[in-house]
């Protein structure tokens, strides 16, 4: 495939919408494959994953070197990121996704009508579900194997900066899961990330069933205003963890911390703790010194300020939405 911005939009379209109607195909035979053959596929799909892990590292290396010589930031070149730990990180994520129940044909509501009649609701595959992200090139692996779980063929578009490591991902993920009878074009990676694209993925309501946009707040809203099809979609990303009056301490206060510096570079890593009144005497101190030992500045309300005297800074109003 050509290199990003080689495509005229009468190419990107052509190219698009022939994933389209792949996708379609696709799902149609995915809709009615077993639990085992999904679970077989996504097991040779992480096997393939480490298989192939030397050229999916090096195709990150190129990624990583564009970024910085277009002046990424360290957190964004972190997101960026791959090697051998995160890698097997991402193989061993799809055999979790292997491990998890099947949703398809779960009975969610039955019920007997007067007249003998018997309604059932029951999950069933959306079908074919596009996913618009930035960064992250693990996000490639965890939107895919979720779809192949559920019965869904994918769509994917990433960023430009992860261009090389998504392909590298992209075609380890359909290759494996073919060797287990994975339907041809199952998996698709828009292997361009001109904006064109995403206005071609919204307007494509007569493949795409869903669509599904991870990113900054800019990239949600011309999703959102394109789109021909329903969206899934959150914009800011503000992360909170509550800790009630009844909670385990010891448990809340190590997901608290996990929460929030095990990788703070992430979309969903922790901003906001919010701590019952009955509880924040005892419960903030030891976790605020467990913050601070890993180099994470408190800012807080006066409830709080007050319980913690200077460990913490006086949080602005535009604290509790940033």
């Not at 994520?93 to 007997?112: C, F, H, K, S």
């Not at 261009?163 to 339907?183: C, D, F, M, Y």
């Not at 807080?300 to 109003?317: F, H, M, N, W």
Request: hydrophobic fraction near 45%; charge should be negative.
């Amino acid at each position: 495939m050509n290199a990003v911005g080689e495509l005229s939009p009468e190419e990107i379209h052509d190219a698009v919408f022939t994933m389209g109607r792949q996708a379609r195909t696709a799902a149609h035979s995915l809709a009615i494959l077993s639990t085992r053959q999904k679970n077989a596929m996504l097991e040779s799909m992480a096997a393939e994953l480490r298989e192939q892990s030397a050229g999916i590292l090096e195709e990150n290396a190129r990624d990583l070197a564009t970024g910085e010589a277009n002046g990424l930031t360290s957190a964004m070149l972190d997101r960026l990121r791959l090697d051998e730990a995160r890698l097997e990180a991402v193989a061993g994520g799809v055999e979790q996704v292997a491990g998890l129940a099947d949703p398809v044909g779960e009975i969610l509501d039955e019920r007997t009508r007067p007249n003998g009649i018997r309604i059932q609701q029951i999950r069933v595959p959306i079908g074919v579900i596009g996913i618009i992200y930035e960064s992250r090139p693990n996000v490639t692996s965890d939107a895919a194997v979720l779809c192949l779980k559920s019965g869904n063929a994918t769509i994917l578009r990433g960023g430009s900066e992860a261009i090389h490591s998504n392909r590298a991902i992209a075609a380890a993920l359909q290759g494996g899961g073919e060797k287990e009878g994975l339907p041809p074009h199952s998996i698709q990676l828009i292997p361009f990330a001109d904006r064109e694209s995403v206005k071609e993925m919204a307007s494509m309501d007569r493949y795409l069933d869903l669509i599904i946009p991870r990113g900054g707040k800019g990239l949600i809203e011309a999703v959102v205003s394109q789109a021909r099809m329903p969206v899934i979609k959150h914009y800011d990303g503000i992360c909170h963890v509550f800790v009630d009056v009844a909670a385990d301490q010891v448990m809340a206060g190590e997901i608290t911390v996990d929460a929030k510096t095990q990788k703070p570079s992430v979309c969903n890593a922790l901003e906001t703790l919010l701590v019952h009144e009955a509880l924040a005497g005892e419960f903030l101190p030891a976790v605020a010194q467990s913050l601070a030992a890993r180099q994470v500045e408190l800012r807080g309300c006066p409830k709080t300020r007050a319980i913690l005297g200077d460990q913490v800074v006086a949080a602005s109003e535009e604290d509790w939405s940033t």
